[in-house]
């Protein structure tokens, strides 16, 4: 298009820039439009109530444990490369519920970080009274 009328001078070279330009936000553009299609089905297929994945700890570089819920049991699987094992069935009573004990969501960050920083000065004054206690 532009680079058809385009010249061999300045005005060619800055016409060719800014075609690379138009085609570079159109395929950036096609890329947003495709990427949110692709979540938005996902998210639609991911909908069923009936399996769920409780959490996952890492064991290895490719092995994890899984506990998941199919209907209203729990089980514990073990995930490898090539394979998924059923290591056992748990009641619901023994899981513990740990997504809000750490850290609450209305919390700030500078408030979560003021708390931290004041437990890490209180273990290192801690730490140099017993030092200076060594040494007397």
């Known amino acids: 298009m532009f680079i058809l009328l385009a010249g061999s001078g300045t005005a060619g070279s800055i016409s060719q820039l800014i075609t690379v330009f138009i085609i570079f936000i159109f395929v950036l553009a096609i890329t947003?439009?495709?990427?949110?299609?692709?979540?938005?089905?996902?998210?639609l297929n991911g909908m069923n109530k009936n399996l769920e994945v409780i959490e996952t700890t890492r064991i290895t570089n490719n092995k994890f444990l899984q506990i998941i819920r199919a209907g209203e049991k729990y089980f514990v699987i073990g995930v490898g490369k090539d394979e998924i094992s059923m290591l056992v069935e748990i009641d619901k009573e023994t899981l513990v519920d740990t997504s809000t004990d750490k850290i609450s969501l209305k919390e700030s960050f500078s408030d979560i970080l003021a708390a931290e920083t004041t437990t890490v000065a209180?273990?290192?004054t801690g730490n140099d009274k017993d030092k200076s206690d060594n040494n007397e």
């Open 32 to 43: 947003v439009f495709a990427t949110r299609f692709v979540g938005g089905y996902q998210k």
């Open 122 to 124: 209180s273990l290192t």
